[in-house]
């Protein structure tokens, strides 16, 4: 007894040893399908800010992450796992090195598209065990997205370059195998999966080919019940009652939305803006109070938000809920399209993205045009149109968007969501502030 112990304390002083430079915290997940506990295939956790990934197989649900400190450059994180990355020499104006890693040799299809989803190189190569390098050659465009696929695994790298204006052709040539040293490879401890403070990450777990997902950025120790329910619900909170209105809820998986679009504060008329005044306004469509009634009020980004723009945001909504960031759309578009899933790279494009996720959306109602819906999640979004400055309303009948939290940081305009009558995708893309939008609130986590 006296020697296990003694192995033990040994033991836990050599794990101490070696990752006691840098904090870590515990993520713990497990699953649940209604209110009744399920048994999770797997998670795949990603590092999106540096598109690498790493998976946990039940019974193994507990990943530890080593958290250091942001600017630690990531070719120190060279494991034994497929995937891409940009090398530490970034892009240059001629050309991008890239390198990737294959945990086995096998044939690697190497795809890069523009952000338009266009194909500009497809190539397929046999390669061996280890680090690859290759060099990519834009045209005109200012971003693109290499991704490679091997054993049936994806792993892409966003490329962003100065947009020189060139009509040369892209190309993707190989260097070689990246010669790295081995130290590096022995830093990371397979059961570690490292990242700097302040990376996003994505949690996508699979269960009976069912897959559910949430977007974190951790901070402590966390546990987290994956909801492999839908079309139901909110599980133990079936209405909220908010400034003397009843919302519904329902479940997508493992995020809990309200079911009609918000409806609260005072009606202002079109052209006055909304002001920070301490009062929350809204518009009705065409200035009518009974269009709120129907399809909820319009806001403008700015008073959604109530005026804080960091952080998880409640904005307008009730409390413990807040305005839905776009990881979070991102999530639920992944969640219920049936070709392109979560943590697809068709996420991240801008523009109508998807196969049928904007029809899985929309309420059982007439949409103009040709793609109406069965409303198969009881999501139940309705064409309630909007407010685009300086034109005024439009779109009711046929479209509806929706503020996301979030802006990229080269605008100052926010990501919407837009579903209309023309077509079963759904757009993502930055707005003017200033138009005015419906809002579906998300529970907090």
Not at 166 to 186: A, N
Not at 237 to 263: A, H, P, R
Not at 344 to 372: E, H, I, Q
Request: net charge neutral; aromatic share 14%.
């Amino acid at each position: 007894m006296k020697l296990k112990t003694l192995l033990l304390i040994v033991a836990l002083a050599v794990m101490s040893g070696a990752f006691c430079q840098f904090p870590s915290i515990s993520l713990t997940f497990s699953a649940l399908d209604s209110t009744a506990w399920a048994k999770l295939d797997s998670v795949r956790v990603v590092n999106r800010t540096w598109n690498i990934d790493t998976v946990l197989y039940y019974p193994d649900t507990v990943l530890v992450i080593v958290v250091r400190p942001v600017g630690v450059p990531q070719n120190q994180d060279i494991r034994d796992d497929f995937r891409t990355f940009i090398t530490s020499s970034g892009a240059s104006q001629d050309h991008t090195t890239l390198s990737l890693y294959i945990p086995g040799k096998d044939e690697v299809k190497l795809l890069v598209t523009d952000m338009a989803g266009r194909q500009v190189v497809h190539t397929n190569r046999i390669l061996e065990k280890g680090p690859h390098l290759f060099s990519f050659s834009p045209g005109s465009e200012s971003a693109y997205l290499f991704t490679a696929i091997w054993k049936g695994r994806t792993s892409s790298v966003k490329i962003i370059h100065p947009g020189l204006g060139s009509s040369r052709t892209c190309s993707l040539d190989y260097i070689g195998i990246e010669k790295t040293d081995p130290q590096l490879k022995s830093a990371a401890a397979p059961n570690h999966f490292f990242y700097n403070a302040g990376h996003n990450l994505l949690y996508i777990a699979y269960m009976n080919n069912k897959q559910s997902g949430i977007p974190d950025t951790p901070t402590v120790s966390k546990s987290f019940a994956f909801q492999f329910a839908t079309k139901m619900p909110c599980p133990g909170m079936q209405t909220v009652t908010y400034m003397g209105k009843v919302y519904n809820t329902i479940q997508m998986f493992s995020q809990c939305w309200l079911k009609e679009n918000l409806d609260v504060g005072s009606m202002i008329s079109w052209p006055t803006f909304q002001k920070n005044n301490g009062v929350i306004e809204k518009y009705c469509y065409n200035n009518i109070p009974a269009n709120c009634d129907t399809y909820g009020g319009l806001y403008q980004w700015n008073e959604a938000m109530q005026y804080v723009f960091t952080g998880r945001v409640q904005g307008i909504c009730p409390p413990s809920w807040h305005i839905a960031t776009d990881a979070e759309w991102q999530v639920l578009e992944g969640s219920i399209d049936v070709i392109y899933h979560i943590g697809s790279p068709t996420w991240d494009y801008d523009g109508w993205r998807g196969s049928n996720a904007g029809f899985n959306l929309k309420a059982y109602v007439p949409w103009n045009m040709d793609y109406n819906s069965c409303d198969p999640f009881h999501f139940s979004a309705l064409p309630a149109g909007g407010l685009f400055n300086p034109s005024g309303y439009s779109g009711m009948g046929y479209s509806s968007s929706f503020w996301s939290s979030n802006k990229p940081s080269w605008t100052s305009n926010p990501y919407i969501r837009t579903i209309d009558g023309y077509t079963s995708t759904i757009a993502r893309n930055t707005y003017d502030n200033s138009s005015a939008t419906s809002v579906r609130c998300i529970r907090d986590y």
